[in-house]
């Protein structure tokens, strides 16, 4: 068998190996079963329009509520970490480390429970929210924003100071965007982890109006006994998460563009001083 | 590198601080009113913590939650002059006291069993339904009673009191434990589990509105629910006592607990439940198979004196 013929079969091997494993779960799967448990209609009416009006509403609510604390902190967290000032290290390290380590759903329940206990206040559930997804939410985003700025090239520190700006106009300026553009796939990401994370919200209690998406779905999956709820819900975040992924590899591009002109144009004008 | 970005630092480290305070100011703002000398956690609401769905003690309907809970609690806010305001909590927060102690509610109505251990960290009203553990199974089951489950696996409810007695009544059996009643009587009806155990009231509702499965035993654990209060919150405590006496004297108990459960309650005495008990275990499995979700139906008639 010549190499050539050898790898056909292997290819060939490969796509029935694929068609086996789709018809066997074809065959297998008791779609009647499927259809009365995902797909029933009926159930599936009765969700609308609470379920986008209140519930993927509040999703989206608390999950730019605890983007916008956790994008914040995140970034003061960075360049704590940046910091020549070692104690700022440290407490930004353990600060990532120990948020990045716990499972979101501790967090929630520390919020929701331990600092009414431990402060002797009450939060608005809104702000309880806003705080234990922030707080998740940095950890991860310090660690990201921090490789962006490292990601910088050296030389953009050295021109902005040379032209005259101080250090904080050249962070402001000239580091930070750059960085932000550098870290929006990750960014991006987070975005999307902490729209599922926001389903923690359970914890902290809700009135019916309350209700995100995933709370939701158990509390008429337990209602209705059926699966279909759950189903619309999934397909409710997939709305969310999906259009996220697309706007997020359109500013990159159109940014990576940028980018990429700006630099061409700058060697242009470099090469073309000389 | 070293000196300049220690420089670029300082604003955002004053940031911190800030950012801290600012949350720590949105805090305070909802801070509750009193009405008769009982402190509200939020101002012209009795809220109320429970865990959704028990049917029949509260559940979804559009878009209120409704259920015997409910409207006995709606008893007591309507004599404090207040609206009922009902949050969504899970079940162990509400019975380790955290949600009360932690402000967010007054009062708690979730099908709870008054027990010693809650006790101690929450205080109840007075009982206001008489309860026992139920078995569920699959109609087609062989299973008749407690003997039967030895190596089977047992679905419970995380944090009742089903579960506790489970763990002391079954050591044989596999306990599967799961966090709400549908999800248990979900597992039961899929025969991911040989048998589940809850309350007998929401139950013998359940298998009312489902033939494929059966409630075919009853647990006697001469439970009792009752309200729950913060601890030492002994005026919305006496205010609930006294609501709930008045209502059983003047027969609005009677007609909520009829409207809910389709009979009016045996006896307001806990130990006739335990009579009715030996009789009931046995008249259950044909009972239920009867499936009647009909709320005059002998199924429905027949919890009812277990319950009580």
């Known amino acids: 068998m010549s190499k050539r013929q050898r790898a056909k079969v292997i290819r060939g091997v490969q796509y029935a190996i694929l068609i086996a494993a789709v018809l066997l779960i074809i065959v297998a799967a008791d779609w009647g079963q499927i259809q009365r448990a995902f797909f029933n209609m009926d159930v599936a009416a009765n969700l609308f329009p609470t379920v986008i ?26 360049l704590m970490r940046l910091s ?28 929701g429970v331990g600092i009414p206990y431990a402060f002797d206040t009450r939060l608005d559930r809104n702000v309880q929210i806003m705080v234990a997804l922030g707080l998740v939410g940095a950890a991860y985003i310090a660690e990201t924003i921090r490789a962006g700025i490292q990601a910088v090239p050296k030389g953009q520190i050295e021109a902005a100071r040379s032209l005259g700006m ?46 995100e998406l995933a709370q939701f779905g158990r509390e008429a999956l337990n ?20 259009p996220l992924s697309f706007v997020s590899r359109a500013l990159e591009k159109r940014f990576g563009k940028g980018v990429a002109r700006k630099q061409a144009k700058a060697s242009a004008t470099r090469s073309g001083g000389q | 590198m070293e000196r300049r970005s220690r420089r670029i630092l300082r604003p955002a480290v004053v940031l911190a601080p800030v950012l801290a305070l600012s949350l720590a100011a949105c805090g305070g703002d909802s801070e509750g009113a009193s009405v008769d000398g009982i402190e509200l956690v939020s101002d012209g609401q009795l809220t109320t913590c429970t865990h959704l769905p028990y049917e029949p003690f509260q559940f979804r309907e559009g878009e209120e939650i409704v259920g015997f ?65 139920a078995l569920l199974v699959a109609a087609d089951s062989d299973i008749e009673g407690e003997a039967d489950l030895a190596g089977l696996r047992v679905a419970v409810q995380t ?44 139950l013998y509702d359940f298998a009312g509105d489902n033939p494929d499965v059966a409630v075919v035993a009853e647990f006697d654990t001469g439970e009792q629910y009752g309200v729950a209060v913060r601890t030492g919150n002994d005026a919305l ?31 307001d005495d806990a130990a006739e439940g335990e009579d009715a008990e030996d009789t009931e275990a046995d008249d259950t499995e044909a009972d239920a198979e009867e499936g009647a979700a009909d709320e005059e139906s002998e199924s429905s008639e027949s919890a009812e004196d277990s319950e009580n």
């Open chain 1, 84 to 111: 020549s000032v070692a104690p700022y290290r440290w407490i930004s390290g353990i600060y990532i480390e120990f948020f990045r380590g716990l499972p979101a759903m501790l967090v929630f329940l520390a919020v």
């Open chain 2, 237 to 267: 405590r006496e205010r609930i006592n006294e609501v709930l006496a008045a209502a059983r004297e003047d027969g609005r108990y009677d007609e909520i607990y009829e409207k809910w459960f389709g009979t009016a309650p045996a006896g």
């Open chain 1, 166 to 211: 101080s250090p904080t106009r050249t962070m402001i300026t000239v580091i930070i965007p750059q960085a932000f553009r550098i870290v929006l796939p990750p960014l991006t990401n987070e975005l999307i982890l902490l729209t599922k994370d926001s389903s923690l919200a359970f914890f902290l209690g809700s009135t019916l109006a309350q209700q």
């Open chain 2, 159 to 202: 944090g009742t009191t089903g579960q506790e007695w489970a763990r002391e009544n079954l050591p044989d059996s596999e306990l599967v434990t799961f966090e709400d009643l549908a999800l248990l009587t979900a597992y039961v009806q899929n025969g991911e589990v040989d048998a589940g155990i809850n309350d007998n009231g929401v």
């Open chain 1, 53 to 78: 009006t209140v519930a993927l509403g509040n999703t989206i609510f608390y999950t730019v509520l605890g983007f916008a604390l956790g994008l914040g902190l995140g970034l003061v967290l960075a």
């Open chain 2, 69 to 133: 809970d409910v409207d006995l609690v709606d008893l007591v806010a309507e004599d404090l002059g207040v609206e009922q305001a009902i949050v969504d909590t899970p079940f162990d927060t509400i019975q380790s006291g955290a949600d009360l102690d932690t402000g967010k509610c007054d009062v708690a109505a979730a099908g709870m069993t008054i027990n010693d251990v809650r006790e101690e960290n929450i205080d109840f009203a007075d009982p206001y339904f008489d309860a026992s553990q």
């Open chain 1, 223 to 242: 209602t209705n006994q059926s699966m279909t709820p759950v189903l619309v819900v999934g397909v409710c975040y997939l709305i969310i998460t999906i």
